[in-house]
């Protein structure tokens, strides 16, 4: 085995949150320290995109704050991420949904993913 | 100071408890053997030889040096080096792993030698400026390295005048880097920052 490899896999650790894919509405809770003090800071919106492998893998959750688009970049592996909720699973067709970007309002909604009991 | 030789696997990156990503070069350094210990009786200064066998091989190696070697029971070394003044109570013969000297922590000097980059001009080589403009009527002057001097007094250039040239190759000293982790197992070592060399160098490792 590549030695980097084996590095890699003994810093990664178990996966702490439920999988989630672009397109679903995740809250993210991220602590914020401040000083000496700590706390959580939840930031809630769609995921738009996954990207990277391994120790490097990041997600970009975007919101909209009173009318601006606010997009947020977090890495997987940060031990800063204290919880993450997927809130809604989203119908979306493709990996990265970068047009989300251009559009406002009613256009910009992702489709709930419809589950039907078999 | 003790150390040891270790080769350059490649970067990574880590998280602090803190939530800090710092990148850090992994080092993976073998047992090393001590080929040699100097006293202050027979050689004037206190030293302990060090050698890494790497992939050096036998029938590359001269007799005289297989004749040195052959008092620590190794036939051939990639790399030998001395660390004055060390700490460690070894005899020859006797193997040096990385929990002998490094711990979590440690300030360690990384000593490498830096990727060869060819003849570079002084923009690159020595961090110049370049001489003007790109707009204005300028052309061919933007990585240019200006006057190299006066005219006919000295009527020569200084000796020392920075100018292009072979770039890179050269044995590069960092220092006060910390060791992020040790693996012993595995004979790694994380250490924050960039090291000097490509994928595959050695690397000398120094701790005070």
Do not use: W
């Not at chain 1, 401040?34 to 930031?43: D, L, M, P, S, T």
């Not at chain 1, 204290?82 to 493709?94: M, W």
């Not at chain 2, 890494?52 to 080096?81: D, F, R």
């Not at chain 2, 400026?129 to 052309?139: L, S």
């Amino acid at each position: 085995m590549n030695l980097l490899d084996y590095v890699n896999s003994e810093l990664k650790k178990e996966s702490r949150f439920p999988d989630f894919r672009p397109g679903d509405n995740i809250a993210v809770s991220y602590k914020i320290i401040e000083g000496a003090k700590e706390r959580i800071q939840i930031f809630k919106g769609d995921v738009i995109q996954i990207k990277g492998a391994g120790l490097s893998k990041t997600f970009t959750v975007r919101k909209m704050s009173s009318g601006v688009g606010v997009e947020r970049i977090f890495p997987m592996e940060s031990p800063n991420i204290a919880e993450i909720k997927v809130l809604k699973r989203g119908r979306v067709r493709r990996a990265k949904l970068y047009y989300l970007r251009g559009l406002v309002g009613k256009k910009a909604k992702i489709r709930e993913k419809k589950f039907t009991k078999k | 100071m003790n150390g040891l030789i270790g080769k350059k696997i490649g970067m990574t990156s880590v998280f602090t408890t803190a939530g800090k990503n710092v990148a850090c070069t992994v080092v993976e350094a073998l047992p090393n053997v001590v080929t040699q210990v100097k006293t202050k009786d027979t050689d004037g200064y206190f030293a302990v030889q060090m050698s890494y066998e790497g992939s050096s091989k036998e029938k590359n190696t001269t007799q005289q040096m297989q004749g040195h070697l052959s008092a620590a029971g190794i036939k051939s070394a990639q790399k030998i080096v001395e660390f004055r003044d060390s700490s460690l109570e070894k005899n020859v013969g006797d193997t040096v792993t990385i929990d002998d000297i490094f711990a979590e922590g440690d300030v360690v000097n990384a000593i490498g030698t830096s990727k060869g980059k060819g003849f570079q001009g002084v923009v690159k080589r020595h961090n110049f400026r370049g001489v003007g403009d790109a707009t204005h009527g300028q052309h061919n002057r933007q990585r240019a390295p200006g006057s190299i001097g006066a005219a006919s007094y000295p009527a020569r250039v200084f000796k020392g005048m920075r100018m292009a040239g072979r770039t890179g190759g050269d044995r590069i000293k960092m220092k006060n880097l910390n060791v992020i982790k040790v693996m012993p197992e595995k004979n790694l070592l994380l250490i924050k920052g960039a090291i000097p060399g490509h994928k595959g160098s050695l690397v000398i490792l120094e701790k005070f």
